[in-house]
T-cell receptor
Framework: AQSVTQLGSHVSVSEGALVLLRCNYS??????LFWYVQYPNQGLQLLLK??????LVKGINGFEAEFKKSETSFHLTKPSAHMSDAAEYFC????????????FGKGTKLTVNP | DSGVTQTPKHLITATGQRVTLRCSPR?????VYWYQQSLDQGLQFLIQ???????AKGNILERFSAQQFPDLHSELNLSSLELGDSALYFC??????????????FGPGTRLLVL
């Protein structure tokens, strides 16, 4: 069964600083990986997804993620944090064992300080 | 706006009661997924329907049931409610013809509070 682990339930950065949110996956087959963002009192919005077409994936709002098979990682980065990036971020892997469900990590809450 | 709608937005009820959560998928999407988000369990998959048929079940309690209607909207029924059922319930939809990389689009959720 596929699973993901997000290291760090809370990450705090200064405005303009690099954002790095960590996600490691476990999968016996090539994974399909997703990053979603949840703003306060809202639903989940897709930031980007890995589909095996390219290891470096660019998403919305300046975010990108790099798939590293050797490290079983799919970390999310943004070169310069903005106050509007404050939200909770979820890494997810698509189940490939009979359903199409998403298996989510516990989430990382990003705080951006002025 | 993802195109997925959920009603009601908030629901407050008492233990032992029954509630129904409604979801309308994006236009053209055939598959509906229900997820529960709670502080202790995180985001958990409950159940998936595809074109009216149950396709997959996750960690869904026997007190919970769901269905998808011919117009493709879905309802999640929660009965004999307990305090621990308080959570945010999300519906997501996808076309389900794009393979495993296909995006699931999430609705805004229904926040359920059981008192």
């Amino acid at each position: 069964a596929q699973s993901v682990t997000q290291l760090g339930s809370h990450v705090s950065v200064s405005e303009g600083a690099l954002v790095l949110l960590r996600c490691n996956y476990s999968s016996s087959v090539p994974p399909y990986l997703f990053w979603y963002v949840q703003y306060p009192n809202q639903g989940l919005q897709l930031l980007l997804k890995y589909t095996s077409a390219a290891t470096l994936v660019k998403g919305i709002n300046g975010f990108e993620a790099e798939f590293k098979k050797s490290e079983t990682s799919f970390h999310l980065t943004k070169p310069s944090a903005h106050m509007s990036d404050a939200a909770e971020y979820f890494c997810a892997v698509r189940d490939q064992g009979g359903s199409e469900k998403l298996v989510f990590g516990k989430g990382t809450k990003l705080t951006v300080n002025p | 706006d993802s195109g997925v709608t959920q009603t009601p937005k908030h629901l407050i009820t008492a233990t032992g009661q029954r509630v129904t959560l409604r979801c309308s998928p994006r236009s053209g999407d055939l598959s509906v997924y229900w997820y529960q988000q709670s502080l202790d369990q995180g985001l958990q998959f409950l159940i998936q329907y595809y074109n009216g048929e149950e396709r997959a079940k996750g960690n869904i309690l026997e007190r919970f049931s769901a269905q998808q209607f011919p117009d493709l909207h879905s309802e999640l029924n929660l009965s004999s409610l307990e305090l621990g059922d308080s959570a945010l319930y999300f519906c997501a939809s996808s076309l389900m013809e794009g393979g495993p990389s296909e995006t699931q689009y999430f609705g805004p959720g229904t926040r359920l509070l059981v008192l």
